[in-house]
């Protein structure tokens, strides 16, 4: 994993100083909310309905054990002993008081985690594959190219004030699980004829009030121009995005406007202008940097564990959660694990600290003290030996974190919502706790397969539900909660926005019409062996509009 | 005019918290002052406006309530949760139990 150096400490401590005079000035009535709001938001420090919430960066979603257990530690310490992991990888505490965030941000400066740039119209937390340097199907790890992307963004005085948020994602893997082409800039990384490394670059993509799969901006960029190339992108959407109408001002709505072909001409002139300069990568300068994610000493082992297949045939329980829960490794006896934070009637995301504590432990026993957050709002210990999966498992039953389910009907994302946000128009918690209970038995998850439910609390589209397989939308209509269901959305390589299917449905309504759609994609599949999302695009929306509403 | 109540989140932990006839911010929407007519609401903004009083709340505003049987209900379900709390059950450590909470705002399990 990647540590700190000198200039890394210095800035992150210089800003827990500086916020601390800022929260002692408001406090003393210096500053007024005015002043200071602008000020807190750029420490992570949002004011909900309830109480302020901090959101916490984990750079590309990786930590290692010593800060998850920090986290763990503050939870219990300044909040009420749990935190929610984010769909943007990050971790949020729903109830510090504001007196108490300047320690808090001095204890995560200890342990090289900080607060900045999870808010405001600057360049987020960049996120990534959380299978990196794991995964099978992997061309490289995305995590050096998301480190070098994060000490170029940090503090990055020409993009602290964009005209709005933006977001970079990057996957390592031609199958993508960080939502590429649903973030402003999507980096997949390519090897070119030669066998370069480079990078296929997306743009423009997002979600909230106006949705777009991203455009495909460039086939092959190189690894070395990495750097001139975002900063192209960036001076040209800084120049010419909105800056009139806060909901037009996202680097999407610039695409949609001004076009591929110009956005791409402006952005390829300014980057054959300062390719050449500071910004180009020096090889050596990558490997320095890639060195921190060397891959641990692994042992050689045969592919198959007899240890797996001799517990999987004792314990039924054991083998359904390997089928859920466990992915193919790229060394051979090794295996990547899903820590699955949703629960049948649980909040999405959400972990005690004694659950992170949990999760720390075994990735010290099992997974070489190294812990990740996935997009999808689980934990994910990346490398363990097959051997060992039955005490991983064992562990997790013990901390009631073995629900076999990821990638399954209750495996659904869903934001705070209507129960902790100011922006909220609905309830999403409830909703989701609802549906996985009427779908959450492991044999009604394995009749329906793989199917991805994904649910927000009002249109800015934090749960992703324009990218659900089935979507959920909170709106409100009339001063009752209504929920608008869309189909068929997709936020891996074959990305696309799922289609609305009509009026909404009240909270009495929507677990049923979810039921109704699972149903009808059950009495219509070819086989078991064609997913929702396969059925969904071969039958259109048709099927399900009648089902829902009745033929018109 | 429908009846209303000024609220606002305390500035040092953000909780939230209602005006009441003594001129203090209290967490209990129950002992919050009941304003009538206009000029009372107005009078109740001006005297919790952090720029002239105390700065020890963050944007006071004013939410319609419904006053039946003696309880304090606001009007909307936003302000219902921020009166009541989170409305999910199994709540963790610290939270209000569910039997506190208004019944009409928890979800209904189906």
Redesign the interface.
């Known amino acids: 994993m990647y540590r700190y150096d000198e200039f890394d400490q210095q800035f992150v401590q210089a800003r827990v100083d500086q916020f601390r005079d800022q929260v002692q000035r ?2 003393a ?1 210096e500053l ?2 005015e002043q200071f709001r602008p000020l807190r938001l750029m420490n992570g420090v949002y ?6 919430m901090l959101r916490i960066a984990i750079p590309y979603g990786t930590l290692n054990s010593h800060q998850l257990r920090t986290l763990a530690a503050i939870g219990r310490k300044y909040d ?3 935190g929610h992991f984010t769909t943007r990888q990050n971790l949020q505490f729903n ?1 510090p ?3 108490d965030i300047p320690d808090i941000l001095t204890e995560l400066a200890a342990v090289e985690m900080h607060a900045i740039q999870t808010s405001g119209n600057c360049i987020r937390n960049v996120t990534a594959d959380q299978f990196a340097g794991a995964a099978a199907d992997e061309i490289a790890d995305p995590r050096p190219y998301a480190e070098i992307l994060r000490q170029w963004s940090s503090l990055h005085p020409e993009f602290s004030f964009l005209p709005r948020k933006f977001k970079v994602a990057i996957s390592g893997a031609a199958h993508d699980r960080a939502a590429i082409r649903v973030h402003d800039i999507g980096l997949q990384i390519v090897r070119d004829e030669a066998g370069r490394i480079g990078f296929e670059v997306f743009i423009g993509g997002g979600l909230g009030r106006t949705p777009f799969t991203a455009w495909h901006l460039r086939d092959f960029l190189p690894e070395e121009d990495l750097l001139a190339y975002c900063e192209a992108i960036l001076r040209v959407y800084n120049l010419y995005g909105r800056r009139d109408n806060k909901y037009k001002a996202r680097i999407k709505i610039l695409m949609h406007e001004a076009g591929l072909e110009t956005v791409r001409e402006q952005v390829e002139e300014e980057f054959e202008r300062i390719r050449d300069g500071a910004l180009k990568l020096p090889h050596g300068d990558i490997e320095r940097i890639a060195a921190y994610f060397a891959p641990p000493v692994f042992e050689t082992l045969p592919a198959e564990s007899a240890a797996q297949a001799a517990a999987e045939a004792a314990d039924p329980a054991f083998r359904a959660w390997v089928r859920a829960n466990v992915h193919p490794h790229k060394q051979p006896g090794y295996a990547s694990v899903t820590v699955s934070l949703k629960p049948v ?3 999405p995301g ?1 972990a ?1 600290s004694e659950q992170m504590e949990a999760v720390a432990d075994l990735a010290d026993r099992h997974a070489f003290g190294e812990i990740r957050v996935s997009h999808v709002q689980n934990l994910i210990l990346a490398h363990v030996r097959r051997d060992a999966l039955k005490a991983v498992y064992d562990g997790l039953v013990a901390a009631d974190l073995a629900t076999a389910n990821v990638g399954l009907a209750s495996d659904i994302i869903a934001c705070p919502g ?3 946000c100011s922006l909220a128009n609905a ?1 999403s ?3 989701a ?2 549906i996985s ?2 779908l959450g038995a492991p044999d009604r998850q394995a009749e329906i397969g793989p199917l991805q439910i994904k649910i927000s609390g009002c249109i800015n589209a934090c749960g992703h539900h324009h990218v659900g397989h089935i979507g959920i939308l909170g709106v409100d209509r009339k ?1 009752e ?1 209504f929920y608008q269901l869309t189909l068929g959305g997709s936020a891996d390589e074959t990305a696309s926005i799922g289609d609305i299917t009509g009026r909404g449905f009240s ?2 309504e929507v ?2 019409a979810i039921e109704t759609v699972v149903d009808t994609y059950i009495a219509r599949r070819q086989s078991a062996d064609e997913t929702f999302l396969e059925a969904y695009r071969r039958l259109g929306l048709q099927p399900f509009k009648e089902a829902l509403y009745g033929a018109a | 005019m429908p009846s209303q109540v000024i609220t606002a ?1 305390r ?6 918290v209602w005006l009441t006839a003594d001129s203090v911010w209290d967490e209990d929407v129950n002992r919050a002052a009941v304003a009538d007519d206009k000029a009372s609401v107005e009078a109740a903004l001006a005297k919790s406006n ?2 002239v009083s105390e ?1 020890n709340v ?2 006071p505003y004013a939410v319609e309530v419904e006053v039946t049987g003696g309880r304090i209900v606001p ?4 302000e219902r ?2 009166a009541e ?6 709540a ?4 209000r139990p569910a039997a506190a909470r208004n019944a009409d705002i928890r ?4």
């Not at chain 1, 004011?47 to 302020?52: F, G, N, R, T, V």
């Not at chain 2, 979800?107 to 189906?110: E, L, S, V």
């Open positions: 408001r406090m009535g007024t909310e004011l909900q309905l309830h109480a302020y009420r002993g749990f109830w008081a504001l007196k009637g649980g909040i959400d005690t209507l129960d902790y309830r918690i409830p909703v706790q609802r209970e009427r001063g909660e909270t009495a677990v049923d | 989140n500035l040092t932990d953000g909780r939230v952090p720029a700065l963050v944007e009007k909307s379900l936003r949760i921020r709390g989170p409305t999910i059950a199994g963790y450590a610290g939270e979800p209904q399990i189906a």
